[in-house]
């Protein structure tokens, strides 16, 4: 079993930034890709970015790319999600899941460990 914990939501205004933290407690973390989705009142859940285990490659849904980062820090068993040039249709409930080998990296159903999620909230 594996439990994650986010934090680092908030209120932010438009264009500025914020960092989401996820750690992990439980098995190996260092085994997990680990993945970001966000879930916006009204719409479906969806892929933010993820990152994997071995040699952390990454990837990003296309509206974030260029201004999200994702890192992780095994020896911290954390994952973030560095949110810069935020916008207004960023604002969601964000997510952390984990997986030891999801087949799409971008697919929710892949992740068998979610954590409970945080607020974002990027005022205009």
């Known amino acids: 079993q594996v439990q994650l914990v986010e934090s680092g939501g908030g209120l932010v205004q438009a264009g500025g930034s914020l960092r989401l933290s996820c750690t992990a407690s439980?098995?190996?973390?260092?085994?997990?890709?680990m993945g970001w989705f966000r879930q916006a009142p009204g719409k479906e859940r969806e892929f933010v970015a993820a990152?994997?285990?071995?040699?952390?490659?990454?990837y990003y849904e296309e509206s974030v790319k260029g201004r999200h980062t994702i890192s992780r820090d095994n020896a911290k068993n954390t994952v973030y999600l560095l949110m810069n040039s935020q916008k207004p249709e960023d604002t969601a409930v964000y997510y952390c899941?984990?997986?030891?080998?999801?087949?799409?990296?971008?697919?929710?159903?892949?992740?068998?460990?979610w954590g409970q999620g945080t607020q974002v909230t990027v005022s205009s």
């Open positions: 990152i994997s285990w071995s040699v952390g490659s990454t």
């Open positions: 439980g098995r190996t973390f260092s085994s997990y890709t």
């Open positions: 899941a984990a997986d030891v080998d999801p087949s799409d990296y971008n697919e929710g159903v892949e992740y068998d460990y």
